[in-house]
């Protein structure tokens, strides 16, 4: 056990505590204290000062002992001014100038925080004063006081350690002898002391210059020290959340953090080991694109050990080929495969064990597949933070739908903070508190071979992992941290993801919109719709449109199908339409994507058409969009015609030379052809009258191309 104390001189103010343990809980203590230290300069200069070093917890009335024995060399100092302060779930509100002015205030030389209840014995109620307004009961949390006072009232302390100081106080206080003597009142309206047992509902934030403070709404006061124990532990994290700030730039104390680990320097060598433990839940879309960031994380991959618990057949493909293409580079990897996982608390468990066990390891960084990290640096900024446990704040795009929880219903479930939109919208940006997080957190290894040893992290009661896992966490007195000081990334939804197809993510256009825009749109389209546009042909107009996945993926959905039609009346009648001149296709209805092409049609082809035939606007509509498959000896060309449409586009799905030889578009009217056509490019041009145009041969290879018949 070691017991602190910070001075403060000008007035002489001695603030005396006790901890048992360093918990986050004292760290935050700590933190306040040192950071009303910084900004009330001309009261500032604290010393540290060790009294009980190494001994044993007993119990509260060790905490008399203790002070007695501090006491002693203040028992003729007059201007010595002693706060007696519990310190885990204790934060200063305010600087020592307050505390002292309402000492004085107070006429009194000894000073108890109140309660609502009178503990340990509620037989004593009777005994007490009545008060016209406030709290009736003495609180031992806190005092504070004129040392000699202070001195006469521990001075008959001859109690046991196991012994209740709250008890030994009472007695003091209810003797109207001793009480004079001692001359203690107690702080009823909480102008000093707010403990918020027993006064949740009173307790407010309040927002002013730049500061924030609790406000007492009850009495109408702004406490100096706020304590908040046992299951008022979640609202004091809350308030711990604001009030230690000091949010005025002048005194440069903005916010009151830990010391931050640096990393820079390092040799990739000298890098923490970290374990990432990547969990494959369900069906997620966008998984390979999940193993590139992995990947790509700038992190020396041989300082990570890589765990990959998979309980999604569907995946197996997009998992082997990573491990396939990168397990070497790593420190190590493990994967576990569907069919060895019963339960999802069993690999989450086994995982975060991995790094418990090896001393060498410093972090667990735990991700869920549905997690988008847009920034590559993220396991070295959270690393610096240097928090027990931290989780990156991330959200479903343009949603409320988040990785944390601001706050707890009474049954343990999701309850809205009144924080919790600013956070995610990142109006209010910080790190926060908060006794939920879920998909992705950085965890100490430190810690987990301390305060989180239990194997078990992952079970407790009938509840999910996820919850369990805060659940145990919170129970050990670790606090659970998510920061939005940066756009970490964002979630995706897993709603409407189907599995039924090869390559599903062409399906996610509606469900997860800017993560397949980032997958298959190619990152120059935007630039078509304020560059000079390429025009080959008098009104045909070639830009990008698709990545190379793109038309990769659409070419081996087409061949998955496989059911290319001759072009027959019968086959067309299934297809929606009919061709002017049939072909070798698939429809885009056949598999089941036309409401997403035309979405992509409509999101990213009508506003290039808007531009380039300024005055004509579509919906995008069509009846026939198709992939043709040109071949030497099945199709090689298309005879002259015109299309069925306002206007036409015609996509490249695969490269000239590299895939085929031949192939491309020419124009009759105006002897033009476009003979080099490049993959993921559209052609648009219009469909009647001026355009009649015909598929030039394919003389080698096969030939793909996605054309659609717009506003037939
Ligand atoms: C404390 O002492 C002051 C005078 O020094 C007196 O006015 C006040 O009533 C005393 N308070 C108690 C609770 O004894
Ligand atoms: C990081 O946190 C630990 C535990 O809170 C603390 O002991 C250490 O000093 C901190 N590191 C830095 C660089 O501040
Ligand atoms: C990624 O994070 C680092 C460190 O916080 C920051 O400096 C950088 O600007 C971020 N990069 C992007 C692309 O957001
Ligand atoms: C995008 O355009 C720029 C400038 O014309 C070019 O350098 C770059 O290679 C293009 N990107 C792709 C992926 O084609
Ligand atoms: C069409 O253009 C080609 C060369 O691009 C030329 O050889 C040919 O004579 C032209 N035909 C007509 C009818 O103008």
């Known amino acids: 056990m070691v017991v602190l104390s910070f001075s403060i001189w000008t007035e002489k103010l001695l603030v005396l505590t006790v901890a048992t343990e360093e918990t986050d809980g004292f760290r935050r203590f700590q933190r306040s204290a040192q950071c009303f230290n910084y900004k009330v300069k001309y009261l500032c200069m604290m010393f540290l000062q060790v009294l009980g070093l190494g001994e044993e917890w007993h119990g509260e009335g060790q905490k008399v002992r203790l002070l007695k024995a501090a006491l002693e060399q203040y028992a003729d100092d007059e201007d010595q001014i002693i706060l007696f302060t519990e310190s885990y779930d204790d934060i200063f509100a305010s600087g020592p100038a307050e505390l002292v002015k309402k000492l004085k205030q107070a006429k009194s030389k000894v000073v108890f925080s109140a309660e609502a209840v009178a503990y340990p014995e509620r037989r004593l109620e009777p005994k007490y004063p009545s008060v016209i307004e406030g709290k009736r009961f003495l609180g031992s949390a806190a005092f504070i006081g004129y040392a000699p006072y202070l001195h006469k009232l521990v001075a008959d302390w001859d109690g046991a350690d ?3 100081d709250q008890l030994y106080y009472t007695k003091i206080y209810l003797d109207p002898v001793k009480r004079k003597k001692t001359n203690i009142t ?6 000093i002391f707010q403990s918020l047992y027993g006064s949740e509902g009173d307790v407010v934030m309040k927002f002013e210059n730049g500061r924030v403070r609790a406000r007492n709404l009850a009495y109408d006061t702004l406490p100096v020290l706020v304590h908040g124990n046992g299951p008022t532990k979640l609202l004091m994290n809350y308030l711990g959340n604001y009030i230690p700030r000091v949010w005025t730039f002048e005194t440069g104390c903005v916010v009151c953090d830990e010391g931050l680990r640096s990393l820079s320097g390092f040799k990739d060598e000298s890098f923490p080991l970290v374990v990432i433990g990547v969990f494959i839940d369900q069906p997620t879309p966008f998984t390979s694109e999940f193993f590139k960031r992995i990947s790509n994380l700038e992190y020396p991959k041989k300082r990570i050990q890589l765990y990959i618990a998979s309980r999604e057949p569907n995946h197996q493909r997009q998992v082997e080929k990573f491990l396939k293409e990168h397990s070497a580079e790593y420190n190590l990897v493990k994967y576990i495969a569907p069919e060895e996982i019963s339960n999802a608390a069993d690999v989450r468990n086994a995982g975060m064990d991995i790094c418990r066990q090896n001393p060498e390891c410093e972090y667990y960084f735990s991700i869920d597949v549905q997690v988008v ?6 396991l070295r900024t959270l690393i610096e933070q240097n928090k027990s446990i931290l989780s990156p704040m991330i959200s479903r795009v343009q949603d409320l739908w988040s990785n944390f929880w601001g706050a707890l219903s009474k049954e343990g479930f999701y309850a809205r903070s009144e924080d919790y939109v600013e956070i995610v919208q990142r109006q209010r940006i910080g790190i926060w508190n908060v006794p939920y997080i ?29 919850m369990a896992f805060c659940d145990n966490v919170r129970k050990q007195g670790v606090f659970l941290f998510v920061s939005n000081r940066q756009l970490f990334g964002h979630l995706l939804s897993l709603e409407n993801y189907q599995t039924s197809h090869l390559h599903n993510d062409l399906w996610q256009i509606f469900e997860n919109t ?23 042909c008098p009104d045909v107009y070639w830009f990008p449109i698709f990545t190379d996945t793109a038309c990769d993926e659409l070419v081996e959905e087409m061949e998955y199908f496989g059911q290319w039609s001759s072009g027959s009346k019968q086959d067309q009648r299934l297809q929606g339409g009919y061709e002017n001149v049939p072909t070798i296709d698939i429809h885009m209805n056949q598999i089941n994507y036309e409401k997403e092409w035309h979405k992509f049609l409509l999101d990213f082809i009508a506003p290039v058409t808007e531009k380039m035939f300024p005055g004509y606007y579509t919906r995008a509509l069509f009846d026939l969009a198709f992939v043709v498959r040109y071949k030497p000896d099945e199709q090689p060309l298309l005879e002259p015609h015109h299309d069925a449409s306002t206007f036409t586009i015609n996509i490249a799905l695969n490269s000239v030379s590299q895939d085929y030889e031949g192939g491309g578009c020419r124009f ?15 052609l648009m041009h219009p469909g009647r009258l001026t355009h009649y145009h ?7 290879g096969v030939r793909y191309i996605a054309v659609s018949f717009v506003d037939p």
């Open 373 to 378: 990290l847009k920034n590559a640096s993220i």
């Open 668 to 682: 009759l009217r105006y002897n033009c052809s476009v003979s080099a056509p490049r993959k993921g490019w559209a």
């Open 162 to 164: 196991e012994d209740s």
């Open 186 to 191: 107690l702080d009823h309206r909480c102008r």
């Open 438 to 466: 879920t998909d992705v957190y950085l965890v100490k290894g430190s810690v987990l071979r301390t305060k989180l040893n239990q194997y078990d992290m992952f079970r407790s009661g009938h509840l999910d992992p996820d």
């Open 694 to 700: 015909e598929g030039l041969r394919v003389t080698k």
């Open 514 to 536: 800017q993560d397949w825009k980032e997958k298959y749109i190619h990152p120059n389209h935007s630039f078509a719709l304020i560059k000079n546009m390429e025009a080959p």
